[in-house]
Structures are given as structure tokens and as C-alpha cells.
């Protein structure tokens, strides 16, 4: 997804919210198939209204791979074999329906085929993105059209009752496999390394919106203004290290847990007062396996969604904002991500986009003080913090 942020710089998230570039071929070929049907729209007059759909889901799924093999000319040649055997096998079958002869067993092969590749592919590190899982979901509906039971009404009851459970399963692992699928491919993203993840990399993980930067190398002056500031910041946030003087203070360190706890102080969010290292949004804190707190640094946070964040240490202070985040009013936090079919916990709402913000770690040792630092990372500083004691 692109967003159009301030400075006229551009915000790129996940795809699994969005359409990948690389598939707009396909939407154009289910386009020209819906005009070519809507032409010729006379001739399926006389189809049964299950046929009709099971007809234009068969070929619709079938121009949408066929334009997938066209958007993915610069892949490796095998996927767009696979794209361009999908595509036949599919029409094929929408063929045998508009012929009268039904999708058959055979039918319901392909459709499973082409419902499991789709699996593979997601987890094997192709970011997934709407078009893919929409063309899934209309291919399941097609899969539920070809085995729909017989007349046998004993038999339609038990037919119907493993068919449903057996189609929902079909849609879970679909979902699941999208929502594994977009980690993984973010994880695999060349600017993914070892300890953390750099905000900016090519393709950013559900719900983190990340700003494509012209690339430029680091600079003496980019280390020193980070070096500068990341000391302030330390300096500034040392009495906060006692969760006690934090809430003194605002912050909302009640219920601290776990490894990643953000403490906010309201009063600090509006305040005009951009980057300054007394004065930081949130305090960000973990809890050793001793149970004793530790300040592990701070979330800087921009007032107005939209507006970009001071690079002061040009790449090496890269901000970033969140996207679709799901957010419970009663208690209020967060509750996680909108999942890949457009649905967020009970009781949580869809946040669309947050303002911009960046992360300081002030802890010794850290990867790098910007950025995300990786649990694994975290887990064995807190542990070695809890050995020492």
C-alpha cells in the first residue's frame, strides 16, 4: 500500500492489505473477461443461475492466473509455467460446465490444486495481497458448487455436514497461510538482519507502514547527531528507570508486563514538543525473568498523522507508522492486527493508520538505536541482566 505522506515522500505497507503491483495485469484480465461475458451475455441466457456463477468463478480465477504469468515476467519461469497450467486447467473446466458435462471429479482437482499451490506459495515467501486471497476465496465458493451433495437426502445430510467443515477449513488454512505468509516475507526482505529489522526494508510486515527513501550512504554526520542524541536521551530518561518516578511523572506503568510494555503519558502527545529527549510519548519497558523492570528506551510519536518525522541521523533514523492496527474502547489498548480477510477481534475497531513514530534504545549493546530490537535479542540481555542480580 501507498500512502502519500508529507514532503512528498511515499509510505509503502504490507501488501496483504493492498494490491501488489505485479498483479494489476490480473485485475486488467478479469476486466476484459467481464466485458467479453458482458458481450456475449445472450448466450448464457439459457444456463441455470448455479451454472452461470460456478462459470464466471471457474473463469474468472482462470484470467486472473493467466494475468499473473504476464505481471510476474521478471520471476523465475517455472511460476509463470505454474500461473499459465492454473490458467488452462482452470478454463478448461469452466468449459466443461458451459458444455453441459459439469466440472467432475477432475474439476474439483484443479480447484484443490489450485487452492494448495496457493498455500505453498504464501508460505514458501510470496507476499500475499487481496487480489490472491479474493481469488481463493472465490475458488473455495467454486469448490463448494462442484461437490455440492446429490439428491440422496440421507446422503446430502452427511455430505453437507463434512462439506461445510471441510470448507471451512479450507478458508481458515487460506487466511492463515496469507497471515503466515506476510511475515515470512518480510522476514526474508534483504534488510531484515540478524538482532532486529530496519525500518525501511522492501516489504514491511502487516501493520508497520515504513517511507521509501532515496538511498544514500551513512555518514560521519548522521553517527554523530544519533551518537549526540541517543546520549541526551539517556541522560533524560535515567530517573525513569524507577517506574515509580515514571508514573509520577504520567506515565501509565500500571500492569507491566512482559517484554515490550509501552508505558504513554498523554500529556506529552500533543504537546509541540517534537523529539526532545525529556519529553518522549512513551517509555518502552520489560520485565526480567527476576521480574524486575527495565527501561529499555523510549517512542518518539509525530502529533498529526501524515506529517513525517525529523531524519536527524538520516538512514539511520528512519520512522514509521502503523496500519490496521485492531484497538479495544472498553478497557482501552491494542488488540492486534486486521487479519487478511478484514476482520479484527470482537470488540476491537480497525484503526486504518497512525501517525508516524520511531523507537531509541538506550540499553548497552543493543543492535542499533533505532528501530526494532528482535525478542530473541531482548530475551538473553533480560536474562543476562537476571543472572547478574
Not at 508529507?6 to 485485475?27: F, N, R
Not at 484443490?112 to 504464501?122: F, K, P
Not at 555518514?219 to 508514573?247: G, I, K, S
Not at 543493543?366 to 533480560?382: I, Q
Request: with cysteine; hydrophobic share 50%.
Amino acid at each position: 500500500m501507498n500512502i502519500p505522506i508529507a514532503h512528498g515522500a511515499v509510505a509503502s505497507g504490507s501488501p496483504l492489505y493492498d494490491a501488489s503491483p505485479e498483479h494489476v495485469a490480473a485485475v486488467l484480465a478479469l476486466v476484459l473477461l467481464a466485458g467479453v461475458w458482458w458481450s456475449r451475455r445472450t448466450s448464457w441466457a439459457s444456463l441455470a443461475p448455479t451454472d452461470g456463477l460456478l462459470i464466471a468463478l471457474l473463469a474468472g480465477s482462470a484470467a486472473i492466473h493467466a494475468g499473473l504469468a504476464i505481471g510476474h515476467a521478471g520471476h523465475d519461469t517455472l511460476i509463470r509455467v505454474l500461473f499459465v497450467t492454473d490458467a488452462a486447467a482452470l478454463g478448461w473446466t469452466a468449459r466443461r460446465v458451459a458444455g453441459g458435462r459439469g466440472a467432475g471429479r477432475l474439476g474439483a482437482l484443479v480447484l484443490l490444486g489450485s487452492i494448495a499451490a496457493y498455500w505453498v506459495s504464501a508460505i514458501g515467501g510470496e507476499a500475499p495481497d487481496q487480489i490472491g486471497i479474493a481469488t481463493k476465496l472465490g475458488e473455495i465458493l467454486a469448490l463448494a458448487m462442484v461437490v455440492r451433495p446429490g439428491p440422496s437426502v440421507r446422503r446430502r445430510a452427511l455430505r453437507s455436514a463434512a462439506g461445510s467443515l471441510a470448507l471451512g477449513l479450507l478458508v481458515i488454512v487460506t487466511a492463515a497461510s496469507a497471515w503466515a505468509g506476510a511475515f515470512r516475507a518480510s522476514a526474508a526482505d534483504p534488510d531484515a538482519v540478524a538482532g532486529h529489522h530496519v525500518h525501511g526494508g522492501s516489504v514491511p510486515p502487516p501493520g508497520t507502514v515504513m517511507p521509501t527513501q532515496a538511498e544514500r550512504a551513512v555518514t560521519p554526520a548522521d553517527r554523530a547527531a544519533v551518537d549526540e542524541f541517543v546520549q541526551a536521551t539517556r541522560v533524560a530518561l535515567a530517573p525513569y528507570a524507577d517506574p515509580a518516578r515514571a508514573a509520577a511523572d504520567g506515565y501509565r506503568v500500571g500492569g507491566m508486563h512482559g517484554i515490550d510494555f509501552h508505558a504513554p503519558n498523554p500529556s506529552h502527545e500533543n504537546d509541540g514538543r517534537v523529539l526532545d529527549p525529556a519529553r518522549p510519548e512513551t517509555l518502552v519497558y520489560a520485565v526480567a525473568p527476576d521480574g524486575r523492570p527495565v527501561l529499555l528506551g523510549a517512542l518518539f510519536q509525530m502529533p498529526r498523522i501524515g506529517e513525517s518525522g525529523p531524519a536527524i541521523g538520516g538512514p539511520l533514523t528512519v520512522w514509521h507508522a502503523h496500519e490496521h492496527v485492531c484497538v479495544s474502547l472498553t478497557p482501552p489498548g491494542l488488540t492486534g492486527l486486521l487479519g487478511p480477510l478484514g476482520t479484527c477481534p470482537v470488540g476491537s475497531i480497525d484503526v486504518p493508520l497512525t501517525s508516524e513514530m520511531i523507537h531509541v534504545w538506550i540499553v548497552p549493546g543493543a543492535p542499533e538505536a533505532f528501530g526494532d530490537l528482535d525478542e530473541a535479542w531482548k530475551r538473553a540481555y533480560l536474562e543476562a541482566i537476571a543472572r547478574r542480580s
